[in-house]
């Protein structure tokens, strides 16, 4: 593929989708290349709704193909809560500390056998003629009482891998980017991307 607009201003996941795409996606583009890309609310029910809504929306403005994607903390204690809502769990533009005060706050006395919880991402990718397709990711974790590590962001201090025996803040970023949820729907979409490579040739 000649060019790709990855749909989100974190420069960090810029930076992260153009390594694992590399020799499959000649350019990646960023909303800074499109001046007047409209701002998409993501109000959907589900992290599959949020990432279509902004691919679709930034393909139809740019004429190009879109990258997007959605993801969060699904807690099995909470019913799946903060869920789509991860972002401002402890309310609008709270900031990690408030999530996971929260977090800790709601999952308080909670035994550690049920403090269960899995990361989810949906990447939507889609064409200007509208057609889209979803690669979901998930990984199964631990909610610890306590943050622990310095990396990361997010849930990452309170997120533990059980196989791994350290919190996504702990694990080196090249073990973290192969195992979690974001890497397992990247690697899904290299491989589609990979296959309609080979199906244009």
């Not at 930076?15 to 409209?38: M, N, Q, Y």
């Not at 909610?143 to 919190?167: K, M, S």
């Amino acid at each position: 593929m000649k060019e790709l607009l990855v749909a989100s201003g974190n420069k960090g996941k810029l930076r992260e989708f153009e390594k694992l795409l590399e020799g499959v996606v000649e350019t990646i583009l960023s909303p800074a290349d499109f001046p007047g890309l409209p701002e998409v609310e993501e109000d959907g029910d589900s992290f599959e709704a949020n990432a279509l809504k902004k691919a679709r929306s930034a393909a139809l403005f740019t004429g190009k193909p879109v990258l997007s994607d959605d993801s969060g903390l699904c807690v099995d204690h909470l019913g799946g809560r903060p869920g789509v809502y991860s972002a401002r769990f402890a309310g609008e533009g709270a900031g990690d500390a408030a999530n996971n005060a929260r977090l800790l706050q709601e999952m308080a006395g909670v035994p550690r056998e049920e403090r269960t919880g899995a990361f989810h991402c949906v990447i939507a990718l889609c064409l200007p003629d509208g057609s889209c397709q979803t690669f979901d990711g998930m990984l199964k974790g631990e909610i610890l009482d306590a943050p622990r590590g310095e990396g990361g962001f997010g849930y990452d201090p309170l997120f533990l891998v059980p196989e791994h025996g350290q919190t996504f803040s702990e694990l080196p970023m090249e073990i973290k980017n192969t195992i979690s949820h974001r890497g397992r729907a990247m690697q899904m979409l290299k491989e589609a991307l990979q296959k309609r490579e080979d199906v244009s040739r």
